[in-house]
């Protein structure tokens, strides 16, 4: 009998946590293309904690402008295709969809986390979501992972707890760290 072990995850969302987002009267929008992509600092060294505790680095993004118009899906896979290679990144699930379209990939449902798992065998469980918006949150929460919320003070709302703050990835991964670090000496 073979017995499959699935894999443990750390689920990112990309805007606010792996790359700096442009303000707009206090509410965070997505880098309009290569030009304008900073990614934050600590993000380089987060990935690689977290890829030495051996997660999958998967980012699950809302990316509804290519449905609005302001941004073409081609400018937002060549963001993606440059953070993969320049962090290292296993995956990228990417809803295209607006409020109104009601599909079940659009955090705050947990669609693309479910697809995320059921494809590369992963267990929930034993998994992590880190968002800066309430809605990456509430994905996490209700797929069951542990979430961590980088608090930007966007005037937004904010996440139901439980839920963990942090003030950046680094400092989220660390503590991962130090998590997965207590639960191996149990």
């Known amino acids: 009998m073979v017995v499959e072990i699935l894999k443990k995850a750390v689920f990112l969302d990309r805007d606010g946590v792996l790359n700096d987002v442009l303000l707009k009267e206090g509410k ?3 880098p309009e293309g290569l030009e304008n992509l900073t990614i934050l600092p600590g993000v380089t060294e987060a990935i690689r904690i ?4 051996d997660f999958e680095i998967v980012v699950v993004t809302n990316q ?14 060549l963001i993606n295709e440059h953070l993969a290679t320049s962090l290292s990144i296993d995956n990228f699930y990417v809803c295209f969809h607006d ?12 669609g693309m986390i479910f697809e995320a798992a059921f494809q590369i065998g992963i267990d929930l469980a034993r998994s992590y979501m880190v968002g800066d918006r309430w809605r990456d949150i509430q994905a996490g929460q209700t797929a069951g992972c542990i979430c961590y919320f980088i608090d930007y003070g966007y005037l937004e709302k ?6 963990i703050s942090v003030g950046s990835l680094l400092e989220a991964a660390q503590h991962i760290e130090r998590c997965e670090g207590a639960r191996k000496t149990k």
């Open 50 to 53: 977290l890829k030495q505790n």
């Open 28 to 30: 965070p929008y997505p």
């Open 158 to 163: 904010k996440p139901r707890n439980p839920v």
């Open 64 to 77: 509804p402008d290519v449905k609005r118009g302001t941004i073409s899906k081609e400018k937002v896979d």
């Open 99 to 110: 409020e109104e379209d009601g599909c079940s990939c659009r955090k705050p449902l947990p």
